[in-house]
């Protein structure tokens, strides 16, 4: 009937099932809005629903798979996880139906079956795979009208990021599990609304999946066509207005509503806002002020040494915006992974104590804790935290604002020039999986070019995946400069003749993505490439070749007139090497490029 689920609002599905009835309590009938002569009548009987697949001139598709969370079962036999709506930032994490009476490998419950399945069809590499993968439509149980039963908020349409087996705890005894963390599209290009024809042609056998997507909403069209690497754009985020730790989003006060966690609301805890309300009212925050907080980062001093734990742990935090997980983390898993770095590249006379960095990087206004109950949120307690597990890490403002590579390069180079400058850089940046942003050339994980996604530099597709670079090319910019370095000048003899290296301006691997072209090569020697390549060294808007530490002049750069470089390439090195602006009409251009 091409009805619409609309964005927060609230159906009556328990009561009723007759699809001529479009109002029951004064609710839209869920029965009414999703009535179809193609598909059969939709269930919310169980956590996940799967619709029926159907074969659509040759190709099997499921039509959808409908989720519905009861934030008043979390912790009961029943349901003893707590499934978490954070809305207002696109995201959801949701467990599956294996439980603790459960005798059944953990993947073959009927639920972890439907959504594993789901599960690699969003990890499909091309689109035209992509383009028969299963939407997910989410529902949350609300109460109305004195019940718990019988009525669900409209949350969104979702994929499937991420999803891990875990081991969960019900009544003392351990079980395994599935953990699925869901992106939630924006759909304010359909006004807040999924037109339900689009999931009637996808259960009809006559459609073809082309034409089934051409009725899918626009962030779908656009997950389909470039897979994962579009998420941070698509995914639903409420825009901010006058308090941007506040924001709304202007749909209904349901829409509102549906932002909260579950089974508690996610805001900042009052003892945690009052004792940052000292340090006067918040601002819009930028890439500059960004970079400024982070120059200015207050740390502890020990015997006349500064602390390492609060840059490490905001280079955690930036480690998991560049992986492309949630921002925020529950207190176990910083707790984990962050002792191991402070151990590894704190000071040697410090403590490995991840608590401090965790509560006290809030008045840095770039973090966030979430979970404490307000009457105990005084201070940095292990034990309190182990306990309650409370949430942590960067702001929503910061992590969205360091979604951008060149940014986050940025705040890298503060973080480590500032702070970190006497740790073994290469070394941390391997620890945290950000190998490519501590050298220019960049890096290429096979794990990540599984997935199909490909920068401006070709790559060659296989079970691994490496840059293509074009030797025709190098050769023809070693022979234009005689071999000899366009920083000092050096010709490196060898027994046959001359030695030259050819470096990449902009790196052709993450997060650089740069082209493998001429106008973004140099010629240099092996020392000065490992300098420029490690951004020891970087080039001036006059063309002058100085050191980052110092910023002296160690030469002109050499050019010849038919080696034309690009000086957009030139200007993102320096960025980099933070030492040009952060204007960002200038960051947009290099870019582009």
């Known amino acids: 009937m091409g009805s619409q689920l609309r964005l927060g609002e609230v159906l009556r599905s328990g009561r009723n099932r007759e699809p001529s ?47 519905r969370s009861s934030p008043w079962k979390a912790g009961t036999d029943e349901t003893p996880w707590h499934d978490v709506f954070d809305l207002d930032d696109g995201r959801v994490r949701y467990f599956g139906d294996h439980r603790v009476d459960h005798t059944d490998p953990v993947g073959s419950t009927p639920g972890n079956t439907v959504l594993l399945e789901a599960l690699e069809e969003h990890r499909a590499v091309t689109p035209e795979q992509r383009a028969s993968a299963v939407p997910l439509l989410i529902f949350k149980a609300v109460s109305r009208n004195g019940s718990r039963k019988g009525y669900v908020e409209f949350c969104g349409a979702a994929v499937i990021e991420h999803a891990e087996q875990i081991e969960q705890e019900a009544n003392g005894i351990a079980f395994p599990n599935y953990r699925y963390d869901l992106s939630v599209l924006d759909l304010s290009a359909e006004n807040d609304r999924v037109d339900w024809s689009w999931i009637e042609a996808r259960g ?23 897979g994962h690497a579009v998420l941070p754009e698509i995914r639903r985020q409420v825009v901010p207005r006058a308090n941007p730790r506040g924001p709304e989003r202007a749909t209904s006060e349901n829409a509102h509503k549906s932002a909260a966690l579950l089974p508690t609301p996610r805001r900042a805890d009052e003892a945690a806002a009052a004792s940052l309300a000292a340090a006067g009212p918040l601002e819009q925050l930028t890439a500059d002020m960004l970079m400024a907080k982070l120059r200015s980062l207050k740390v502890h001093r020990r015997n006349g040494r500064r602390s390492r734990h609060k840059p490490l742990a905001l280079l955690w935090g930036i480690s998991r915006v560049a992986a492309g997980k949630h921002h925020l983390a529950e207190w176990h898993e910083f707790r984990d992974e962050a002792s191991g770095l402070l151990a590894e590249f704190g000071l040697p006379e410090s403590s490995v104590t991840p608590e401090y ?7 840095s206004r770039l973090w ?71 050298a220019a050339p960049g890096t290429t994980h096979p794990a990540e070019d599984q997935d199909g996604e490909t920068g401006p530099a070709g790559r060659r597709a296989g079970s691994y ?20 370095c366009q920083v000092c000048g050096l010709q490196l003899p060898t027994r046959f003749g001359t030695y030259s290296e050819a470096a990449h301006i902009r790196g052709l691997g993450r997060p650089h993505n740069g082209p493998d072209e001429l106008s973004n090569l140099l010629v240099l020697c092996p020392n000065h490439h490992v300098q420029f390549d490690t951004f020891a060294i ?49 960051q947009d251009e290099a870019r582009s490029v």
């Open 204 to 226: 009809s056998a006559q459609v073809s999946t082309e034409d089934a997507l051409a009725t899918a909403p626009r962030a779908w069209r656009r997950w389909v066509e470039h």
């Open 357 to 363: 960095p965790f509560w006290h990087l809030r008045t």
């Open 465 to 484: 995946s490496r840059i293509v670079r074009n030797t025709a090319m190098t050769a023809k910019a070693k022979g234009l400069h005689g071999d000899g």
């Open 368 to 438: 966030d804790v979430h979970g404490l109950p307000a009457e105990e949120s005084g201070g940095p307690h292990a034990a309190l935290f182990d306990r309650v597990n409370p949430e942590g890490g960067l702001t929503v403002e910061a992590a969205q604002i360091l979604s951008d590579p060149l940014v986050r390069s940025q705040a890298i180079a503060v973080l480590c020039e500032m702070h970190l400058a006497d740790v073994d850089q290469q070394a941390l940046m391997a620890r945290l999986g950000m190998d490519g942003y501590g």
């Open 21 to 67: 009835v479009p109002l029951i309590d004064g609710y839209p009938n869920i029965h009414h809005v999703t009535a179809s002569q193609v598909l059969a009548q939709i269930q919310l009987s169980k956590g996940i629903n799967p619709l029926a697949k159907v074969r659509a001139l040759g190709v099997q598709r499921r039509p959808a798979v409908l989720i």
């Open 538 to 586: 970087y080039i001036d808007a006059d063309g002058t070749v100085r050191t980052t530490a110092d910023d002296s002049s160690i030469g002109e750069l050499r050019r010849h007139p038919a080696h034309r470089i690009n000086e957009a390439h030139v200007r993102y090195h320096r960025e980099c090497c933070r030492r040009d602006s952060t204007d960002r009409e200038i």
